[in-house]
Nanobody, 116 residues
């Protein structure tokens, strides 16, 4: 079992920045992939960024060059640095992990609101 807690969301003006955190506990040593998703009201959940145990990262086209995913293994925490935020980035952001045993876990999410 892996427990995830997201934090760092809030209200920010367009062009501003936020850093989201996803803290893992439990069987975090088995985490293989960490992903950030987001879901805006009335829209489907979409993948934002991925980081793997080995380190490779991938980003959705709509955040490339603006968002950066990183991890601190000592703190069992993954971050999503979000710069140059746009109103269309407004959504609830979720952290999801997949373990080496193919377990999949989700956090409760953190709300990001970008005002124009």
């Amino acid at each position: 079992q892996v427990q995830l807690v997201e934090s760092g969301g809030g209200l920010v003006q367009a062009g501003g920045s936020l850093r989201l955190s996803c803290a893992a506990s439990g069987s975090s040593v088995n985490i293989n992939v960490v992903q950030w998703y987001r879901q805006a009201p009335g829209k489907q959940r979409e993948l934002v960024a991925t980081i793997t145990r080995a380190g490779p990262r991938n980003y959705a086209d709509f955040v490339k060059g603006r968002f950066t995913i990183s991890k601190d293994n000592a703190k069992n925490t993954v971050y999503l640095q979000m710069n140059s935020l746009k109103p269309e980035d407004t959504a609830r952001y979720y952290c999801s992990v997949t373990t080496t045993l193919n377990g999949n876990y989700w956090g409760q999410g953190t709300q990001v609101t970008v005002s124009s």
